[in-house]
């Protein structure tokens, strides 16, 4: 049979895992390709990530955009080229990115890369019959962030597939038990689901 073809597109390794790992973990009938856009020459994040896709079974690339601390926003011709030259230039069955409103408060290169994908997407840039947006909110820093029940497609997982998502933040990622990574790791995963870019763009 022939498996579903996916790109996963966030700004971080481990944005990979934390919000949309379980769902990857769960879909064995998924060909998941993962791009992240930061970090390729950080000397321990980048083998981190690959470790990572090895756990998740996906392949993938990873960029090396601008990720300081003080999150100057990217140019958006430069984010987006980075995208595309990152990517398989295939049409995928699904895309899964990052909300234009982040999955917490706040990380501005979250919020760029998933305002970037929907544009790519609206544009007929990026070729895709559906796109998930990670549907997470953190009650403007009042807690860890939650996957959004009404959101439209919500996956608990189960304890084993759970645990192996921990296990990718905490023994290959490195995140201490009491870290934010560490806490936040939900053990449901939460998306809004989209089939008509038009949809998207008047959603957020």
């Known amino acids: 049979m022939k498996k579903k073809t996916v790109a996963i597109i966030v700004a971080h390794p481990d944005d990979e895992t934390l919000w949309a790992g379980g769902v990857i973990l769960k879909h064995s009938d998924w060909k998941p390709f993962v791009v992240c856009l930061s970090r390729k ?27 300081a601390p003080e999150q100057i926003p990217l140019n958006e011709n430069v984010l987006d080229e980075t995208i595309l030259e990152l990517l ?17 408060t706040r990380h501005i290169r979250h919020e760029e890369t998933g305002k970037a994908v929907i544009s790519l997407w609206k544009n007929g840039r990026l070729h895709a ?7 997470y909110e953190d009650g403007n820093k009042g807690y860890c962030p939650r996957p959004l029940k009404s959101a439209d497609i919500n996956f608990p997982l189960s304890l084993e597939i759970w645990r192996k998502k921990y296990s990718i933040i905490t023994e290959i990622y ?9 806490m936040t790791t939900p053990r449901s995963e939460s998306f809004w ?3 008509n870019p ?6 957020f």
Do not use: C
């Open 198 to 203: 038009s949809e998207v763009i008047d959603f």
């Open 174 to 182: 490195g995140f201490e038990k009491n870290s934010f990574e560490a």
């Open 41 to 67: 020459s950080d000397p321990d994040r980048a083998p981190k990530f690959f470790k990572a896709l090895q756990m998740l079974k996906a392949d993938g690339r990873i960029g090396d955009l601008d990720d």
């Open 129 to 135: 019959n559906e796109l998930w947006i990670f549907a």
């Open 88 to 104: 398989p230039s295939i049409p995928f069955d699904l895309i899964i990115s990052h909300s234009p409103a982040g999955e917490y």
């Open 193 to 195: 689901q989209f089939s």
